[in-house]
């Protein structure tokens, strides 16, 4: 027995290799397996499938997986490669894209530079209703010179070119011309991206299908976006397994879910809830020292973490952590309410003793009632107006403003701190309308930034521009808020961006 044995064993060891098993090692674990379908909830609507008319958020949730720009945002805040591979600036006006070959929009139909040069040209069109086409009013000239090779070149230097450009998402035009535009936005669209529409319910679900694009075969056959502005619905259905993630429930719902061992992914809103002082019209807030005894005044952290249970970030200005020109080194202004008063009496109001009225729409109002009271105990006292946002956004875009103005900053569609700190001082608004600040410094440093097309020279003027307005703190910038998601433990590679778009591609469920 031993004898034959000891014959068998080089046998067995030889199958034993062929096999891919090493004698005594454990046995590999089988890959769970994955659902086919996985269903995320949006607390709002879908109004269109055309992605060159509207700004709705719910563009960017859905769009992400169906169409694709030239270049993306990733996680971080950074441009990296899409359909165009590379990019150079051939001089301050001019940028060139290399694009990417082989790509098809689901429809079958080609991409190429002449196709991308249209749809930049159908978003500057007045006739498409382009909400985005003030965005890309700075072009002067599409070219499409090859297939692969694409030059937009502005009217003036402009740094922001490459960034304005990803507003446009692109779209088969053969395709647009034979179904119509209409009929593209109401469910019918076409893309070059990793999901293809196959069902729209409107207002209610989209279905979407795995499409093998440039992009590789998606994880996911199916993903389902569930809309409902009542976020009620949504939340019953992650309890019971009907819906697999949400997007922006209520801080409440949140802390539930997460104690019931869902994970909450978090990203910051490109752009900070902030308070405008109006120092030329409100003669306290013409003195520095008031303005920086009001910024001392606030104890953002206790908003944080116990208004918002810590769902917010106190900020520290108005752009983001993902805008180009934020700067890390620079933090809230601590809270110090003995430091006010003394900045206080040093500028000729000894106790505060003087009365303001912040104009705000409802979204402001838990902050602000909470600033309220911490300007109260340095002795100024802060009434709320609470506006209709028709009216607040006349106010706003036409002037005159009040004392104080309540509103979020935006690093808008450039996530970039020149649309952040557009509403700053003069700088967008006529001087007779609602200007609030007036700062030569501050003008000259931002339209230096505006044609510096140099990234690090650029990004120094931003950062001392955004250092000014801290020190002389015509605008308080309070907290950023977090866009929460709150994901089921079955689900996998959930990647939110700060356009508040997922990756869609990316996402498994285990069944």
């Known amino acids: 027995m031993r004898a034959r044995l000891a014959i068998l064993a080089p046998l067995l060891l030889m199958l034993a290799g062929c096999m891919g098993v090493t004698p005594g090692a454990p046995a590999l674990p089988t890959p769970a397996p994955l659902a086919d379908t996985v269903v995320v909830g949006y607390p709002t609507t879908l109004p ?35 359909l165009a591979t590379a990019w150079r600036q051939l001089d301050e006006r001019t940028v060139e894209f290399t694009l990417r070959e082989g790509v098809r929009f689901h429809t079958g139909e080609g991409f190429d530079a002449r196709v991308a040069q249209w749809n930049i040209e159908r978003v500057l069109n007045p006739e498409t209703r382009s909400i985005f086409r003030s965005t890309l009013a700075t072009i002067a000239q ?39 535009a209409p009929a593209f936005g109401a469910g019918r669209p076409s893309g070059t991206g990793p999901y293809r529409v196959r069902e729209y319910f409107p207002n209610e679900r989209v279905v979407l299908e ?13 993903v389902v976006l569930q809309f409902n502005p009542d976020r009620t619905p949504l939340a019953a259905g992650l309890r019971t397994g009907e819906v697999d993630a949400v997007f922006n429930l209520t801080i409440d719902q949140v802390v539930q879910f997460k104690g019931m061992g869902f994970t909450v992914t978090e990203g910051v809103f490109p752009g900070a809830w902030y308070l405008e002082l109006n120092t030329i019209a409100t003669p306290p807030f013409r003195e520095k020292r008031v303005r920086q005894a009001l910024t001392y005044a606030i104890d953002r952290e206790t908003i944080a973490n116990r208004l918002f249970q810590g769902f917010v970030k106190p900020a520290a200005q108005m752009v983001s952590p993902a805008g180009f020109g934020y700067d ?45 009271g911490m300007w109260k105990e340095v002795g100024v006292e802060l009434e709320l107006e609470l506006l209709d946002l028709a009216v607040f956004t006349e106010r706003f875009n036409s002037g005159p403003v009040g004392d104080v103005w309540v509103a979020r900053s935006f690093d808008g569609d450039v996530r970039d701190a020149d649309a952040a700190y557009q509403n700053v001082g003069t700088v967008a608004q006529r001087p007779e309308a609602r200007s609030t600040w007036r700062n030569e410094q501050f003008a000259t440093l931002y339209a230096r930034q505006r044609r510096e097309t140099d990234p690090q020279r650029r990004l120094a003027l931003l950062r001392e521009m955004i250092r000014l307005v801290y020190e002389e703190a015509p605008v308080l910038p309070v907290y950023y808020q977090d866009l929460t998601w709150v994901v089921s433990p079955k689900v996998r590679g959930f990647q939110p961006y700060p356009d508040t778009s997922i990756e869609v591609a990316t996402i498994s469920k285990l069944r």
């Open 142 to 180: 599409v070219e499409a010179p090859t297939p692969t090779l694409l030059r937009v070149r502005a009217t003036d230097p402009d740094p922001l070119l490459l960034r304005r450009l990803l507003i446009v998402r692109m779209i088969p035009p053969r395709y647009l011309a034979e179904v119509g």
């Open 48 to 82: 269109t499938f055309d992605p060159h008319v509207t700004v709705a958020q719910t563009g960017a949730f859905a769009f992400q997986g169906i169409f694709d720009q030239l270049l993306r945002f990733d996680a971080s805040g950074a441009l990296v490669p899409s």
């Open 210 to 222: 795995a499409f093998d694009s440039w992009r590789g075969r998606p994880k996911t056959p199916t």
């Open 328 to 372: 890390p080194d620079l933090k809230p202004w601590p809270y110090d309410p003995a430091k006010a008063r003394q900045l206080l009496a040093e500028a000729g109001y000894p106790g505060g003793g003087f009365k303001v009225k912040a104009n705000l729409t409802a979204g402001g109002r838990p902050f602000v009632e909470a600033v309220a």
